[in-house]
């Protein structure tokens, strides 16, 4: 399958810093890209869409301010977490679509854990 | 946003075959069902999706009732590998997002 290439897989960082994470598709394009936070032992809740070219789509209750999202080529997102704050250690996800293509189906980064001290 | 229903845990012994159930009774006419699975600290993994039709692949068979109302995704013969958290999703046709339901927690025997 398709590969999807998540950086870094687990961040360190202390309170009042900001984290980036990217996202690439590695042998595909991604028009669309989806970012999702996971807490232990639960699903994982989508946090927002990332278009390439235009701003990404938040969904409700999440904070743009907070989660910055940048999907400046057809291979890469980002997420920054801004003045992140223990609260917002969690697992975080990423995925490409394969929309426009035969098959129409997400592929998964491997995640990136991040913990906020 | 459709949702999905499945039971939290399910057991299996190493090779016998699988049948994990999903409930979909909300779902659209253009909705895809999808099914993926989730090892620990991992990203999910594709299984298998369709539209109407039972599918077959490598991994898993996915049988979707005549009113598409439910679906089973079918294990052949588990594995140890197969240990995983199976989520059964919806995909919007026209935003492409995945809601994710709590998914079943399958544990497999040996």
């Known amino acids: 399958g398709a590969v999807v290439s998540q950086h870094p897989s687990w961040v360190i960082c202390k309170s009042g810093t900001s984290v980036k994470i990217e996202c690439r598709s590695l042998d595909f394009q991604a028009t669309t890209m989806f970012w999702y936070r996971q807490f232990p032992k639960q699903s994982l809740m989508l946090m927002a869409t990332s278009n390439e070219g235009s701003k990404a789509t938040y969904e409700q209750g999440v904070e743009k301010d907070k989660f910055l999202i940048n999907h400046a080529s057809l291979t890469l997102s980002t997420l920054t977490v801004t003045s992140a704050h223990p609260e917002d250690s969690s697992f975080y996800i990423c995925?490409?679509?394969?929309?426009?293509?035969?098959?129409?189906?997400?592929?998964f980064g491997a995640g990136t854990r991040l913990s906020v001290l | 946003d459709a949702k999905t229903t499945q039971p939290n845990s399910m057991e299996s012994n190493e090779e016998e075959p699988v049948h994990l159930p999903c409930n979909h009774s909300t779902i659209s006419g253009t909705d895809y069902i999808h099914w993926y699975r989730q090892l620990p600290s991992q990203g999910p993994e594709y299984v298998i999706h369709g539209l109407t039709s039972n599918v077959n692949n490598r991994m898993a068979s996915l049988a979707i009732a005549e009113d598409r109302k439910s679906s089973t995704l079918i294990l052949h013969r588990a594995t140890l590998r197969d240990a995983a958290v199976y989520y059964c999703i919806l995909r919007d046709q026209g935003t492409y997002k995945y809601i994710f339901g709590t998914g079943t927690r399958l544990k497999v025997l040996a």
């Open positions: 995925s490409a679509d394969t929309s426009g293509s035969s098959k129409n189906i997400q592929y």
